[in-house]
């Protein structure tokens, strides 16, 4: 049994029960803390096998604002957030540029006044992303493939935070909300900057039934 927690995904076949830590010998027991995806009639959970953190898969955003300027330091300090991890393209700068506006410059400042840890968490496998962190003082982790954890899990442990402790904030439902949950971080939502191809508008309208119910249900819909 492997110890630690390894960023790769199991996936259970429905019915198949997880077997609790206390049918193991306990005389050799190591703690086996690798997320397993299983299914049943309510619907998805994400599960370690130690039984402790139990997650629901879910496509619905804890906050939804404007921009990523909007989320202030405050806002996450009364959340106990000290890291937060940014998408980038169509988060921090749209797909057709790297240059971010004065604004985003000056709330990478205000972040790191106010002690937040900031790092981009891309599933971009472009240079232009390292290129852009390193010209601007941010930490990254690239091939992140969200909504898988591994990106997610790899920037939790280089920061030593926990995820009730993080949040993430990016502009694709199926990707950045959805990872963020099953990692358990607070998972923020910002309208993408520019949806300039026809897939990203395409994928924007598949995501607006979820945006719609996370607004009318137990969401937190910030405006500004």
């Given at each position: 049994?492997?110890?630690?927690?390894?960023?790769?995904?199991?996936?259970?076949?429905?019915?198949?029960?997880?077997l609790?830590?206390?049918?193991?010998?306990?005389?050799?027991?190591?703690?086996?803390?690798?997320?397993?995806?299983?299914?049943?009639?309510?619907?998805?959970?994400?599960?370690?096998?130690?039984?402790?953190?139990?997650?629901?898969?879910?496509?619905?955003?804890?906050?939804?604002?404007?921009?990523?300027?909007?989320?202030?330091?405050?806002?996450?300090?009364?959340?106990?957030?000290?890291?937060?991890?940014?998408?980038?393209?169509?988060?921090?700068?749209?797909?057709?540029?790297?240059?971010?506006?004065?604004?985003?410059?000056?709330?990478?400042?205000?972040?790191?006044?106010a002690?937040?840890?900031?790092?981009?968490?891309?599933?971009?496998?472009?240079?232009?992303?390292?290129?852009?962190?390193?010209?601007?003082?941010?930490?990254?982790?690239?091939?992140?493939?969200?909504?898988?954890?591994?990106?997610?899990?790899?920037c939790?442990?280089?920061?030593?935070?926990?995820?009730?402790?993080?949040?993430?904030?990016?502009?694709?439902?199926?990707?950045?909300?959805?990872?963020a949950?099953?990692?358990?971080?607070?998972?923020?939502?910002v309208?993408?900057?520019?949806?300039h191809?026809?897939?990203?508008?395409?994928?924007?309208?598949?995501?607006?039934?979820?945006?719609?119910?996370?607004?009318?249900?137990?969401?937190?819909?910030?405006?500004?």
């Amino acid at each position: 049994m492997q110890t630690g927690r390894p960023s790769t995904l199991r996936f259970l076949p429905p019915r198949q029960p997880i077997l609790p830590l206390s049918t193991q010998n306990k005389a050799n027991q190591t703690m086996d803390n690798t997320p397993i995806l299983c299914y049943n009639a309510k619907g998805f959970i994400l599960s370690y096998e130690n039984g402790r953190c139990p997650m629901r898969f879910s496509l619905l955003p804890k906050l939804i604002l404007p921009s990523v300027v909007s989320v202030t330091p405050k806002l996450l300090q009364d959340r106990h957030i000290t890291l937060l991890m940014l998408d980038f393209d169509n988060t921090i700068v749209p797909y057709t540029t790297n240059v971010p506006t004065e604004a985003v410059l000056q709330w990478f400042q205000a972040m790191q006044k106010a002690g937040i840890a900031l790092c981009v968490v891309s599933n971009s496998k472009n240079s232009r992303v390292p290129a852009f962190c390193e010209k601007y003082g941010l930490s990254c982790v690239t091939h992140a493939k969200k909504p898988f954890s591994s990106g997610i899990q790899a920037c939790l442990a280089r920061f030593s935070v926990l995820p009730t402790n993080s949040a993430l904030v990016g502009d694709q439902i199926f990707t950045d909300t959805l990872g963020a949950n099953c990692a358990g971080l607070t998972s923020i939502l910002v309208p993408a900057i520019h949806n300039h191809t026809f897939w990203l508008k395409l994928r924007h309208i598949a995501e607006l039934p979820f945006i719609f119910a996370a607004r009318g249900r137990r969401i937190e819909y910030e405006k500004h």
